[in-house]
């Protein structure tokens, strides 16, 4: 009688274990699910949480909580999702700014903002303007920048605070415009959008979810986009890159796991995250504020948060600014 060859050692230790992973897996999620948000409710990121948090409570079948745990710029919250178990119960909505130039403007940071995360879904770009009031003499990013050069040092920007992405893009405009201004930073984005248009200050780098309402009534000067290319919710406003060849700023969202989640695991919830995104109501929603939104495999979201991390960690160090600069 031919003997057929029977299972290996290694293969009947494993075998009782397949199932029960298996099962694991197919018990997600076993309790409601938290997304924490490391910022104040409010802004683009809370509603943005919170409109996605329906659909996938539909999705999953247990209720999607959205936290807010705001501070440090961020990284509150994120350390709480970086310490948290990777069984996918609790994950991040996460920023740009938080991941990919934290590290680069302060110096105890309590997490790596890439290797300590596991990426789950690309969301959105917000879309990112420049606004200036009214009483400004300028129509145009090259009329605005004769004009600062006229004026050396008698203009102002705002920002949300230091190191924020509204500093880092006055700061690298008025670098490759060769003008010179005061920057005045504010402890956030609310206060610092209402301050420009009293006429405060001058000039504004912000998402267009504090800017466009302003705009639409005429508080506010709309005179670009800060992204490489025109954006389709506006393809009528031109970017800075066409007088400042080179010049780029583009705000995503994301969602993002503690490191060392399982690949099954993340692959539902990327398809799960992608499909919502795709609902009619998400979508318009979204467009309304200037957010756009978007979709990515987790391997090319992490590629990208490497290689924004890169990019403005280098831009950063070039502009000699820090989290406690003024």
């Known amino acids: ?27 997600y999620p076993s309790r409601p699910v938290t997304l924490v948000v490391p910022w104040a409710p409010g802004g683009t990121t809370d509603i943005l949480a919170r409109a996605l948090a329906e659909p996938l409570r539909l999705a999953l079948g247990q209720p999607v909580v959205a936290e807010n745990r705001s501070g440090a710029s961020g990284n509150i919250g994120s350390a709480v999702v970086a310490r948290a178990a990777p069984d996918g119960h609790v994950l991040l909505f996460a920023t740009m700014s938080t991941h990919a130039m934290n590290a680069a403007l302060m110096k105890d940071m ?52 230091p190191g924020s992405t509204n500093h880092l893009c006055a700061a690298m405009f008025c670098r490759m415009a060769g003008i010179e201004m005061v920057h005045v930073p504010y402890r956030g ?10 006429g405060q200050v001058q000039l504004f780098f912000s998402a267009g979810t504090q800017t466009l309402p302003h705009v639409r009534e005429g508080r506010l000067r709309l005179l670009a986009v800060t992204e490489a290319r025109r954006s389709a919710l506006l393809p009528e406003v031109p970017t800075v890159a066409e007088t400042l060849p080179g010049y780029a700023m583009a705000v995503w969202y ?27 109501e998400i979508r318009d929603r979204m467009a309304a504020i200037g957010v756009e939104v978007t979709q990515e495999t987790p ?15 280098q831009a950063i160090r070039s502009l000699g600014i820090t989290a406690g600069d003024s």
């Open 1 to 27: 009688m031919t003997r057929l060859p029977g299972p290996t050692r290694r293969a009947l230790l494993a075998a009782p274990l397949l199932p029960a992973a298996a099962r694991a897996q197919d018990g």
């Open 254 to 280: 994301g969602v993002l796991g503690p490191k060392g989640m399982a690949p099954p695991l993340v692959a539902r919830l990327n398809a799960e995250i992608n499909r919502a995104l795709l609902l009619p």
């Open 110 to 161: 309590p997490f790596d903002g890439v290797e300590d995360f596991t990426p789950v879904a690309l969301l959105a770009f917000v879309l990112n303007t420049m606004v200036v009031h009214p009483a400004v003499p300028a129509r145009s990013v090259a009329e605005f920048i004769a004009y600062a050069k006229a004026n050396p040092g008698k203009l102002s920007y705002a920002s949300a605070g």
């Open 189 to 198: 984005g609310a206060p610092a959008v209402l301050d420009t248009v009293g």
């Open 299 to 313: 391997a090319a979201f992490g590629a990208r948060m490497r290689a924004d991390a890169a990019e403005w960690g």
